[in-house]
């Protein structure tokens, strides 16, 4: 294997980062953050309200740059947009406008893919999110489950290597929920890519993830790592029920309960 291929797909290398507002005050965001996470792994991050999560994904897509430390993607510092990341946030991405499979075959067209083979993968995508029928549809005629599948088959097209998600599912009802996070693991499973997952629920990080990180309230530190050694494929509505699921669950429910009893 080359030098490259043995990198982390993603490290911060004792990362601080501190907010200077208007006002002149300054707010602490991150403190002495380390991690890494291998090609293909899938990383979740919990923490209290405001710790410093949504942040931490700013700072691997170049957004925002560490005042103190290093993040590094892929063995390089982050400069600029990079193509081998994709993003899942809260908010739809879709174009509004477009049709499903417009939206689809957008990220290949950016990229200089000429419109008909765009629009043949595009299709193949949405047929492998369960849209087949759906290609000629707008989003406003979609359930809010179907536009994430729409933005599920938008990011995957990209084939990235790197995914980032900032509770992408968390404006969905349990059971569609559950279907898109069935979804994402079979989307993931076969892309080999890493994904970094932000998320409120602790059941979901556990069900999800190769590794939960837990961060503590602001300036967020890196609390604890768990292993979630629960074997895949996993099937969100059963794991749930797996005594090791329930261990780790209420292991980190504790953590997160000393977070906000201290502040
Ligand atoms: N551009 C900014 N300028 C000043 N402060 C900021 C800025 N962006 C974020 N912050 C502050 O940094 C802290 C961390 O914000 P962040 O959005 O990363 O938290 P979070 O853990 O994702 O929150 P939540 O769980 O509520 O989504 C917050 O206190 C926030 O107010």
Redesign the pocket.
């Known amino acids: 294997m080359s030098e490259v291929a043995n990198k982390p797909a993603i490290e911060f290398d004792d990362v601080s980062l501190r907010?200077i507002?208007q006002d002149g005050n300054a707010?602490v965001?991150l403190r002495n953050f380390s991690m890494a996470a291998a090609k293909g792994e899938f990383i979740a991050i919990v923490?209290p309200?405001?710790?410093?999560?949504?942040?931490?994904l700013n700072m691997i897509t170049g957004l925002l740059k560490p005042t103190v430390g290093q993040v590094r993607v892929m063995g390089g510092t982050v400069a600029g947009i990079d193509p081998r990341i994709g993003f899942v946030f809260q908010a739809d991405a879709v174009f509004p406008w477009r049709s499903v499979l417009d939206n689809v075959a957008a990220g290949p067209m950016f990229r200089g893919m000429a419109k008909a083979q765009a629009h043949e993968l595009a299709r193949d995508w949405i047929a492998r999110v369960g849209l087949g029928k759906f290609g000629q549809h707008y989003p406003h005629q979609l359930s809010g489950g179907m536009r994430k599948r729409v933005a599920l088959a938008q990011t995957f097209i990209n084939k990235p290597e790197i995914l980032l998600m900032d509770?992408p599912f968390s404006a969905l009802d349990m059971q569609t929920r559950t279907l898109m996070q069935d979804e994402l693991l079979s989307l993931w499973g076969q892309s080999g890519g890493s994904v970094v997952f932000?998320t409120?629920d602790i059941e979901e990080a556990i069900a999800l993830a190769d590794r939960v990180f837990v961060l503590s309230a602001?300036p967020?530190r890196l609390k604890q790592v768990y292993q979630i050694d629960l074997p895949r494929p996993r099937v969100m509505a059963e794991v749930r029920y797996d005594p090791r699921f329930i261990e780790l669950s209420k292991q980190i429910w504790n953590d997160l309960r000393d977070e906000a009893v201290l502040h």
């Open positions: 907010f507002s707010t965001a923490g309200t405001g710790c410093g999560k949504s942040t931490t509770e932000v409120h602001r967020a």
